[in-house]
């Protein structure tokens, strides 16, 4: 018998089969969200049932609407005919040495896709660290030496500031060649509004999780900080590290720490 974990983010859903005592990728699978639309869903769920055997539990973590998560128990019911289980936040995490306690006043107010990936990073270290998720959105997480989550931030990853330009400022693409790369050409600065746009936003990324990482090291004495999303690795690399400061790729992060807390629960 395996469970099937879902992460399903603004753009893309993620998911894993695993060992209900252990958490191993017994398979994976992963796919744009498509605007939900039912065929695609379907095809890959469909998809899914016939690489897999035995599953007894289908648990989500789901940052979409109630109208949506609606819709994926509709789907799952269909081609699994399992009752599916959705995370949230909750006020605290136990495992066997400590507690992992939310700052949110109303803990459910708080991401579910950053609280499960702190549970994550929890379970993997007894140490003050840090959580970057890089997807949509860029959000920083902190949590200290005791287990206590400190805070954090949300601002829009590059793409989303990309969107935002193209879609408040008319004529801001004009003139762009839409078949130049910026980064494929290795430029820093744009010489059209697209590549304008596109370098000017991946910069300020960076700029933003640099002063992060300094203000770290300075500040909060983290020393480790797990880092996952689509753009995470591709970010970090390109950024230099203050001295005693380490950082580790966990694209599943999330998927993690839903296994533990429907584990544990």
């Known amino acids: 018998m395996s469970w099937l974990l879902l992460d399903m983010g603004n753009s893309r859903c993620k998911v894993m089969e ?13 796919w744009f969200n498509q605007d939900f639309d039912e065929e695609h ?5 469909r998809l899914i049932k016939n690489e897999t055997s035995l599953i007894e539990k289908i648990v989500v973590s789901s940052v979409s609407s109630d109208a949506i998560q609606n819709l994926i128990v509709k789907w799952v019911e269909n081609v699994f005919d399992i009752e599916v289980e959705f995370a949230c936040s909750q ?7 400590r507690d992992l306690v939310n700052s949110y006043a109303e803990p459910l ?3 579910v896709d950053r609280w499960l990936a702190m549970v994550g990073a929890f379970e993997r ?18 949590v200290d030496a005791e ?27 004009y003139g762009a060649n839409l078949d130049k790369s910026p980064t494929e050409n290795g ?18 990324a960076q700029g933003y999780l640099q002063s992060c990482l300094e203000r770290l090291i300075e500040h909060y004495d983290i020393e480790e900080v797990y880092v996952c999303g689509g753009d995470g690795a591709t ?22 720490g839903l296994f533990y807390q429907t584990r544990n629960a």
């Open 41 to 45: 869903w379907l095809k890959h769920f």
């Open 187 to 204: 430029n820093w600065l744009g010489r059209n509004s697209l590549q304008a746009v596109e370098l000017g936003t991946l910069q300020a």
């Open 91 to 97: 006020d605290l995490y136990a495992n066997q040495s």
């Open 147 to 173: 287990g206590k989550h400190l805070g954090g931030h949300i601002v829009p990853g590059a793409n989303l500031m990309q969107k935002a330009l193209f879609g408040d400022t008319g004529k801001i693409a």
């Open 125 to 142: 270290t007894n140490k003050a660290f840090a959580v970057i998720d890089a997807g949509t959105a860029i959000t920083l997480d902190l």
């Open 109 to 111: 107010a708080l991401g």
């Open 18 to 30: 695993t060992d209900p005592q252990e958490f191993k990728s017994l398979g994976s699978w992963d």
């Open 235 to 256: 970010l970090l690399e390109q950024i230099r590290l203050p001295i005693n400061l380490s950082w580790i790729d966990c694209p599943d992060l999330v998927l993690e």
